[in-house]
Nanobody, 115 residues
Framework: QVQLVESGGGLVQAGGSLTLSCAASGTIYSPNPMGWYRQAPGEQRELVATITSGGIRKYADSVEGRFTISKDNDKNTVYLQMNNLRPEDTAVYYC?????????WGQGTQVTVSS
């Protein structure tokens, strides 16, 4: 059974950094792409960043230049390095993994940025 396990959320002051990680397990097939989405209270879930197995990255305009997504294909693990965090980055962050036959979501990890 496919499972995504996330870690790395927490509370940080504005200007600080956090790194999220997400490991996919339960299948021999590598997901492509993998990515991160976030959902703030009262808001819709939005794309933060995605990365393909070939290393093609896509970022939301709001995080471009501050966040970096990377992927370890051997471990089916995706990372999100978040620098210069802002209060508006506060949200639950969800990992997503895509296979041809399905998408999977992580349980979500809270990121809170205090001003």
């Amino acid at each position: 059974q496919v499972q995504l396990v996330e870690s790395g959320g927490g509370l940080v002051q504005a200007g600080g950094s956090l790194t999220l990680s997400c490991a996919a397990s339960g299948t021999i097939y590598s997901p492509n792409p993998m990515g991160w989405y976030r959902q703030a209270p009262g808001e819709q879930r939005e794309l933060v960043a995605t990365i393909t197995s070939g290393g093609i990255r896509k970022y939301a305009d709001s995080v471009e230049g501050r966040f970096t997504i990377s992927k370890d294909n051997d471990k089916n693990t995706v990372y999100l390095q978040m620098n210069n965090l802002r209060p508006e980055d506060t949200a639950v962050y969800y990992c997503n993994a895509h296979w041809n036959w399905r998408d999977a979501w992580g349980q979500g990890t809270q990121v809170t940025v205090s001003s």
